[in-house]
């Protein structure tokens, strides 16, 4: 019983310290699932590309923590052909090719849904380790001229983020930042219907894969 209260008390203290750093961006809003294990942060913003055209742009970021390891997690996270399993829209995963020990290339597949043409997504991926605070960061940033056109349209502005934090007790923290222009103007209202159970799905997708490496 005291080790669950413990267990309980770290996941809940990780989670509002969540809430404090989010809670300090200018605009931002923050939405928790109906269970409230995942709080989401997120901003919608406008960009105009070269010719003005003018799109709605939704940058987000989703935490939660849960019971599992976070080698597990990790091992999801550098297994590519897994990431399609865990994100949304994405049809086909792979690793293009390792850059360095740990940089690598990626490649996504994503698929039509209205608004949206079929695309697909270059990443050029870091992975860096932080043992004084027992985390790891993925960094992903867009790589678009990094492999050959391949026939569909391609995005040219995507980046995100996967931290991983170990809470000690079997409990790891795991959170998701994603900002992208998209191909397409999506109305705002339709964005903002997938908030928060689509970026939490994504996170939730990469606990359910860790768990099944355990």
């Given at each position: 019983m005291k080790?669950?209260?413990k267990t309980g008390l770290i996941v809940l203290c990780s989670l509002l310290l969540s809430i404090q750093a989010h809670a300090q961006r200018d605009g931002w809003k923050q939405e928790k699932t109906k269970d409230g294990k995942v709080l989401v942060s997120y901003n919608f913003a406008e960009h105009k590309d070269d010719r003005g055209k003018k799109y709605?742009?939704?940058e987000f970021e989703a935490v939660t923590a849960a019971e599992v390891s976070m080698e597990s997690c990790l091992k999801v996270l550098k297994d590519d052909s897994k990431h399609k399993d865990f994100m949304d829209d994405a049809e086909h995963t792979e690793r293009i090719r390792d850059l360095s020990e740990d940089e690598w290339?990626?490649?996504y597949l994503l698929k039509?849904?209205?608004?949206?043409p079929v695309a697909d997504v270059v990443t050029r991926y870091k992975l860096e380790e932080d043992p004084e605070n027992k985390s790891y960061t993925l960094t992903g940033?867009?790589?678009p001229d990094m492999y050959p056109d391949q026939g569909v349209e391609r995005?040219?502005?995507s980046y995100s983020t996967y931290t991983l934090r170990d809470l000690g007790k079997g409990q790891t923290e795991v959170m998701m930042y994603s900002s992208s222009v998209p191909?397409?103007?999506i109305p705002k209202m339709l964005l903002a219907t997938w908030i928060p159970n689509g970026p939490a799905g994504m996170v939730n997708g990469i606990i359910r894969l860790a768990l099944e490496e355990e």
């Open positions: 080790h669950s209260v709605n742009v939704l290339l990626s490649y039509k849904r209205w608004p949206m940033f867009p790589a995005m040219r502005h191909l397409a103007s």
